[in-house]
């Protein structure tokens, strides 16, 4: 069964045919619809389009990598949050982070590369084409949603940036400011969270730079005004609210993988055969689910393994969980 809908890449799509959520909650309706508009896209070959912006979603692309599973409503993924800078329960992020100011946002880029300093978030992006991705989504805690994200391939930005040939992982750190997240007052962290991939994880081309949902600029609690997400490795990869990103020569240390080193791994596969030390990963409750529908079966790289399975040809899965 193969959940990728793949094609070649489509041209620019206006603003006012970005799918909204009730037309989501069709499924055939929807499916019928991006194939039109890849269609009438692919007949026009008009030009790519500029300018990426972390507010205007005028020109946006939809992307072929997207799944044709049916999204969780906008309330479900904006209403349960992990996002410890706003409070340790899923409701937290969305009580707590309203009033959090993400404009003007900066990312410094530093370490193993060419393009080095501290740049204004709209000025970094814009050369980028934004797409909507339809991605599953898969928490460590065994409950998983599908997210249309909007963002750009993070292989776009790292091209940008002129990594040299030490640069082997890239670090993401989420902003310290415990009077802006005042979650992070208390120690329940070691903070800032901070996350890493390796460089060949970085670059393939699922690996995402978040700055919206359902076509609307990315909410507080999912993590404004970036963030990353990587849909075939447990939730906690995707790091929210970056401001610095970091290329390394070695393994930088990740968040959960240094509270809980026996519990979470620097890589963080999602994968159905390496049981959580307290709980199996067999199976996965979608959000929105009523309590008698079945759970279900989780897959191998959440799915993803046509496209992922390849960066990991020789290793041990159980050993480099
Ligand atoms: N990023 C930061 N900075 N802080 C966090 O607490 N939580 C992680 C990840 N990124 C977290 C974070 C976890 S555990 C998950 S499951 C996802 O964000 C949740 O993303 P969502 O709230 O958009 O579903």
Redesign the pocket.
């Given at each position: 069964m193969s959940i990728i809908i793949k094609s070649s890449r489509a041209s620019d799509i206006k603003s006012s045919e970005i799918t909204p959520e009730s037309d989501y909650l069709n499924r055939r309706e929807f499916i019928k619809k991006s194939s039109l508009l890849l269609g009438a896209a692919w007949a026009g070959r008009v030009a790519m389009p500029v300018a990426a912006s972390t507010k205007d979603f005028s020109s946006i692309i939809k992307s072929p990598y997207s799944t044709d599973v049916p999204p969780n409503s906008f309330k479900e993924i904006t209403s349960y949050?992990?996002?410890?800078?706003f409070g340790t329960s899923k409701k937290d992020?969305a009580r707590n982070a309203g009033d959090f100011q993400t404009d003007p946002w900066s990312i410094t880029i530093e370490g193993e590369c060419k393009k080095q300093g501290r740049f204004d978030l709209d000025d970094l992006i814009k050369p980028f084409a934004l797409e909507e991705r339809i991605y599953r989504?898969r928490?460590v805690e065994g409950w998983s949603?599908v997210i249309p994200w909007i963002g750009f391939s993070l292989a776009d930005l790292i091209k940008q940036c002129e990594p040299n040939s030490r640069a082997k992982y890239i670090e993401f750190t989420?902003l310290y400011d415990p009077k802006r997240m005042p979650g992070q007052k208390r120690r329940v962290l070691q903070w800032p969270?901070t996350e890493g991939l390796r460089i060949d994880e970085a670059m393939n081309p699922l690996t995402l730079m978040a700055v919206g949902l359902y076509g609307k600029t990315m909410p507080n609690?999912?993590?404004a005004p970036i963030r990353l997400v990587v849909p075939w490795k447990y939730?906690?990869k995707?790091?929210?609210?970056i401001v610095k990103i970091r290329f390394t020569e070695t393994q930088p240390a990740c968040t959960w993988n240094v509270t809980a080193p026996k519990e979470y791994g620097f890589y963080s596969n999602v994968n159905p055969n390496v049981d959580h030390p307290r709980w199996s990963q067999r199976t996965e409750r979608r959000i929105g689910s009523k309590f008698w529908e079945p759970k279900q079966k989780t897959l191998m790289f959440n799915g993803y393994g046509e496209d992922v399975a390849y960066l990991y040809k020789d290793m041990d899965l159980t050993k480099y969980f």
């Open positions: 949050n992990n996002f410890y800078e992020p989504f928490c949603m989420t969270y609690q999912n993590g939730g906690f995707s790091i929210k609210s």
